[in-house]
């Protein structure tokens, strides 16, 4: 087997012992792809088992791979510590450590990124299922779900595959093109794939969507994830006045929408905020998914507004702050670095 038949897998994981078990189970059933798979399990630091989980599973499974230890916070630095371990002409993988994959996940994988022509440099899927259990799970399975919500993203959902604009979800890149972009942006705290792939733009490569099939455990909470939003919503505004080309009329839309809504309320015309939260309201129920509880549906009505309002200030705080905008002239001398391949070595 040559080189560029085999893959790194690379997980982060900090704290994930009750995720974990579910998630290397479903790694187990893969498809016909063992031989060609070494695992790099990055430990963020957990508290808990999860490391002793990721050494077992190995030691059971006869998987090759190792458990990195990385003390410093941030995906990005985990990421980067096991792009670290990958050995040359090595495909690379990301996993999540909250993610269920379906039985044929890497093989489609591979064998998309090894029938694609070279100039695409990384593939990958949506997230095809979320899974909840409790109310508070299900509305923000509901927010990923409804158009209303985040559901109307075109990666999220794509059945066919095709070239996208912006990022996949996790998948496999080319052998040496996370090593020649100078891996993933540990400045970057949320919002890292999505200035990846401008990266990946730039220096000429494409980005595919496949229809491979996963599910997400919902972990985050309602507080957790509109606070998780507005942290999306700063970071997004930080890769767009890096990469000004990335920028969306839909990433416009939440703070103008926010901003109409504010000056209505505190305007005379006030009043027609009613008929648009009422109309507003009609869409969430018109467009949720079959046999979503009343419940459910009736707590999104009423959820979904605040996390846009989260993710639109957000935005605004990120394009004002002086770290955005002070840094904007000296992030493009960075990208252009990224692009020429003078990118600092990983740590």
């Known amino acids: 087997m040559n080189d560029a038949d085999r893959a790194c897998l690379i997980m982060p994981f900090r704290n994930e012992a009750r995720s974990l078990p579910e ?4 790694l187990a059933r893969q498809r016909g792809t063992r031989a060609r798979l070494r695992y790099v399990f990055v430990d963020s630091a957990s508290t808990d088992a ?13 998987n090759e791979g190792e458990v990195v230890s990385e003390e410093r916070p941030g995906i990005s630095i985990a990421l980067n510590a096991g792009i670290a371990r990958v050995r040359a002409g090595e495909i690379v993988i990301r996993l999540d450590a909250h993610t269920i994959y ?3 996940y ?6 998309t990124l090894a029938q694609s022509p070279p100039e695409v440099w990384w593939v990958g899927g949506s997230l095809i299922e979320p899974l909840a259990a409790d109310l508070p799970g299900r509305v923000v399975r509901a927010l990923m779900t409804n158009p209303m919500g985040l559901g109307a993203s075109a990666w999220r959902r794509a059945t066919t595959l095709r070239r996208v604009e912006s990022n996949v979800y996790l998948g496999a890149f080319r052998p040496g093109v996370l090593q020649s972009l100078g891996g993933f942006d540990e400045r970057w705290i949320a919002n890292e794939d999505s200035e990846l792939a401008a990266r990946i733009d730039a220096a000429g490569g494409q980005i595919w969507f496949v229809p491979v099939r996963c599910s997400y455990h919902i972990t985050r909470g309602l507080r957790q994830t509109v606070a998780q939003w507005h942290r999306y919503g700063f970071w997004r505004a930080r890769t767009t006045c890096r990469h000004p080309a990335t920028l969306r009329p839909r990433h416009l839309a939440p703070p103008v929408a926010l901003a109409l809504a504010l000056a209505l309320a505190i305007s005379p ?7 648009l939260a009422a109309l507003f309201a009609a869409l969430v129920v018109a467009r949720r998914e079959r046999g979503e509880s009343p419940a459910v549906t009736a707590a999104a009505a009423l959820y979904f507004p605040l996390v846009h309002a989260a ?14 905008v002070l840094g904007y002239w000296s992030s493009q001398v960075d990208a252009r670095a990224h692009v020429r391949g003078e990118s600092r070595p990983l740590r």
């Open 311 to 324: 993710f639109a200030a957000g935005l605004v705080r990120g394009w004002v702050s002086g770290t955005a």
């Open 269 to 275: 015309a006030r009043i027609a905020l009613l008929p």
């Open 50 to 62: 999860s490391a002793q989980i990721a050494r077992d599973w190995l030691q059971a499974t006869g």
């Open 106 to 111: 890497l093989a489609m994988l591979l064998d």
């Open 102 to 104: 379906d039985q044929g």
């Open 23 to 26: 998630v290397l189970e479903s």
